[in-house]
Nanobody, 114 residues
Framework: QVQLVESGGGLVQLGGSLRLSCEAS???????MGWYRQAPRNRREWVAG???????VYTDSVKGRFTISRDNAKNMVYMQMNSLRPEDTGVYLC?????????WGQGTQVTVSP
């Protein structure tokens, strides 16, 4: 088991920036982690991922605007979000895969106003 706690969400205007953080209750060394988001009435959508080795991947709609990173020493994963758009609005959830099992945090709300 692992607990994932997200923070850093908020309300920003179009074009603004936010930095999301996710703290894990156990070591994230060599653990694949990621971020998902869920807008009202929409399915949960994968946004970005970072492997245990540090390789990163992004969904097309955020490439060039979002950056995922990690700090294994602090059991943290981050996502810097720039040039935010109203369609980025949603609850952002951190994920971690331990021994093939996917765990989620409770999420942090991001709202981008036009």
């Amino acid at each position: 088991q692992v607990q994932l706690v997200e923070s850093g969400g908020g309300l920003v205007q179009l074009g603004g920036s936010l930095r999301l953080s996710c703290e894990a209750s156990r070591s994230v060394f060599n653990v694949d982690m990621g971020w998902y988001r869920q807008a009202p009435r929409n399915r949960r959508e994968w946004v970005a991922g970072i492997t245990g080795g540090g390789s990163t991947v992004y969904t097309d709609s955020v490439k060039g605007r979002f950056t995922i990173s990690r700090d294994n020493a602090k059991n943290m994963v981050y996502m810097q979000m720039n040039s935010l758009r109203p369609e980025d609005t949603g609850v952002y959830l951190c994920s971690a895969t331990y021994d093939g099992v996917l765990f989620w945090g409770q999420g942090t709300q991001v709202t981008v106003s036009p």
